[in-house]
Structures are given as structure tokens and as C-alpha cells.
């Protein structure tokens, strides 16, 4: 499966952003997918699963109850509404996908920039 992610931009703390991660090449409904962030000099960092009918959805602490993953796999796409967004939240956002529910992720997909600014 090919993945696609875009939406990344500058918004200002406190503001809200949308990501999409759009799929190809596979039945995106047979995948978990994940969304990921990465600042630079830092390591890659999990924010975020959904399973594969979208039925369940586990985050990291730091973004519970500011983020939100959802999917329409009719669209073959998983969506990441970000909101109350911080400084920290800064980071390259890649989004992946994986066959079944285990640690490792299977396919990448390009990241896209989000810049929280002050």
C-alpha cells in the first residue's frame, strides 16, 4: 500500500490543523494505521493508531484529548484533526500503515511539516 500524507502548515498555538494520510495500491480497510512525528536531532515518536474498521483508536498521552484519528476507507483515508495545538507539537508527521495489529509498521508514508508558532 502507498501512503500520502499532507495538510502540514503553520498555525498558531492554540489553533487547529487537519492531516490526511491517503492510500493506494491495496484494500486500505485490511490496515491499521498510525500516525507518527518526528523532530529533527530527535526520535521518531507514535502519536496515534486506528484499527481497521475504525472501531478503536489508542493516543499518547500528550496529545489525548487535543487529537483525533478517524478514517473513511470508502475515501481511503485516515484523517488527523489536531487541535489546541502547542509549541511542542512541532514536528514532521508521517503516517503508517500495517497489515495486523503488531508493534512494527509496515509502509511509510512521506511526511508533512507542522509548525506551531507563538
Known amino acids: 500500500v502507498q501512503l500520502q500524507a499532507f495538510g502540514g502548515g503553520l498555525v498558531q498555538a492554540g489553533g487547529s490543523l487537519s492531516l490526511s494520510c491517503a492510500a493506494s495500491?491495496?484494500?486500505?480497510?485490511?490496515?491499521?494505521v498510525g500516525w507518527f512525528r518526528q523532530v529533527p536531532g530527535k526520535e521518531r515518536e507514535f502519536v496515534t493508531t486506528i484499527s481497521r474498521g475504525g472501531g478503536s483508536t489508542y493516543y499518547t498521552d500528550s496529545v489525548k484529548g487535543r487529537f483525533t484519528i478517524s478514517r473513511d476507507n470508502a475515501k481511503n483515508t485516515v484523517y488527523l484533526q489536531m487541535n489546541s495545538l502547542k509549541l511542542e507539537d512541532t514536528a514532521v508527521y508521517y503516517c503508517a500503515a500495517k497489515p495486523q495489529d503488531t508493534v512494527n509498521y509496515d509502509y511509510w508514508g512521506q511526511g508533512t511539516l507542522v509548525t506551531v508558532s507563538s
Open positions: 495500491g491495496r484494500t486500505f480497510s485490511n490496515y491499521y
